[in-house]
């Protein structure tokens, strides 16, 4: 075979050598940007990721959770427990009761005196632990005890707390009063209120004049499909008025009140999402 001409050889071998030269500089440029990079990033400023403020959802939650109440006692179905409130400074009783999915049925009772029942609040729920029982119950400023009455099966335990509410629990319940004109509810007569899926929670306060209240509040989910409700009998509504909060996961929430007592006996009703 015929052998290459020197000046063909020496030719390739230089732009072989000016190849690799470019890629030995290519990388290196390369390189250098990458530590310029990575320096520039060690003197920036490092920004703290913005943290998200507590919905009011979940504040109200904390509010009512039974830890945060106070002293919390599982009551076994056809059993009872009872809680003492001796301050007459304080008016307020907050009231929790949940349970592990199951339904609750349970009688709350204003105690009085040795022989002085002023209220009573007979509540149901499907499911305690997606609408727990959540009220606040007046004690006229008197030494009294609330008494929780499990009146469930006995498979069906409940859990429970009671303790004196809050400042800012109180102030929520009177913020009601003031935020809209309420609704006069004769005897016999029924009243409903829709709320969109938007509304988590929904809060509902019933008082008369010094006359008996007699009422009951549902929460409905479907056409006369109660998920929850309340009973309340009192001597003296505007002394021990009913104020309630009802979790309401979902569309197609309803709120009605039916004012159990005679024509004689109205009573006011303010609803409003909390």
């Not at 504040?59 to 106070?70: E, F, K, M, Q, V």
């Not at 629990?169 to 409903?192: F, V």
């Not at 929670?201 to 010094?210: A, E, K, N, S």
């Not at 009998?233 to 039916?258: E, H, K």
Request: proline share 7%.
């Amino acid at each position: 075979p015929r052998s290459r001409p020197p000046s063909t050889l020496k030719g390739t071998i230089i732009i072989s050598h000016q190849n690799k030269t470019l890629v030995s500089t290519m990388k290196f440029v390369s390189g250098l940007l990458v530590a310029l990079a990575a320096s520039a990033n060690a003197f920036s400023v490092n920004t703290p990721s913005a943290v998200r403020p507590a919905t009011s959802l979940k504040a109200s939650t904390d509010t009512w959770d039974l830890a945060n109440i106070g002293r919390s006692v599982r009551i076994e179905g056809m059993s009872r427990e009872h809680w003492e409130f001796p301050d007459p400074n304080q008016e307020i009783v907050q009231v929790g009761i949940d349970s592990n999915g199951r339904p609750i049925e349970a009688l709350i009772e204003l105690w009085i005196g040795p022989d002085w029942t002023p209220m009573k609040v007979k509540a149901y729920t499907e499911d305690g632990m997606m609408r727990p029982v959540q009220t606040l119950i007046g004690t006229r400023n008197k030494v009294a005890a609330i008494d929780i009455n499990n009146t469930g099966p006995g498979d069906f335990p409940l859990n429970a707390a009671a303790c004196y509410a809050k400042p800012s629990l109180t102030a929520q319940r009177q913020d009601l009063l003031t935020s809209n004109q309420g609704r006069y509810i004769e005897g016999g007569a029924i009243h409903s209120v829709n709320f969109d899926a938007s509304v988590d929670q929904i809060q509902v306060l019933l008082y008369t004049d010094t006359r008996q209240l007699n009422a009951q509040v549902e929460l409905l989910n479907g056409p006369n499909n109660f998920k929850q409700k309340y009973e309340v009998f009192t001597n003296n509504g505007l002394l021990n008025s009913l104020y309630v909060v009802f979790n309401s996961p979902g569309a197609g929430n309803v709120i009605r009140v039916t004012n159990l007592a005679p024509l004689e006996f109205p009573c006011k009703a303010f609803i409003a999402a909390a």
